[in-house]
């Protein structure tokens, strides 16, 4: 069982680190902040990553169940949720982005008149996006049926979004050590492992649905 804990913890935090994005959100951050005194800075940060926490976790407890009741199977939702991380995989790799796990070219110019971007876009979709929530759901169905490896995840998830503070709070420090070359390889190391993840996911997911036996 403690095998199974540790499994289920490396996986959840790899996909959220990945689809969150600390590096990213980090340097998007430094740049949308860069005329903000450095308290303004730190409550934008403390605040903006309390509240994508909350959504994050709500998605987690609560998009299963709600997924449920508008007839959505565990078998479309593994493989419906490997597509999105595979395809956000696949854009961490070529370093590029549709707005699944950073900003869109509209957000980031609506972003750059507003003076605190706690809530938008930094709280969401910056790191509770489409990708996060949509690996926080996928992960805590996979553990359904052991409330100690859902815990897992949640406490993978809350460890992934502890990193993604810190590097808020030091963004500045992490833009200047890392430059952009060295986020992106960060980036693609965690695309690949993400991408890998999330094929699985669309086979346990076809497995699961019984087409395979059902073309047999």
Known sequence: MSSDIIETAVVAFTAFFATIGPLDVAAIFAALTSTATRSARR???VRGTLIATAILVAAALFGEP????????LAALR???GVLLLLIGIEMVFARSSGGHTT???EAREAAAKQDISVFPLATPLIAGPGAMGAAILLMSNASGSVVLQAAVIASLLAALVVTLVSLLLAGEIVRFLGVTGAHVIGRIFGILLAAMAVQFIFDGIAQSGLIDAVE
């Open 104 to 106: 869109t070219e509209e």
């Open 66 to 73: 709600l997924l449920d009741m508008l007839g959505v199977s």
């Open 79 to 81: 493989t419906a949720g």
């Open 43 to 45: 409550r934008m940060a």
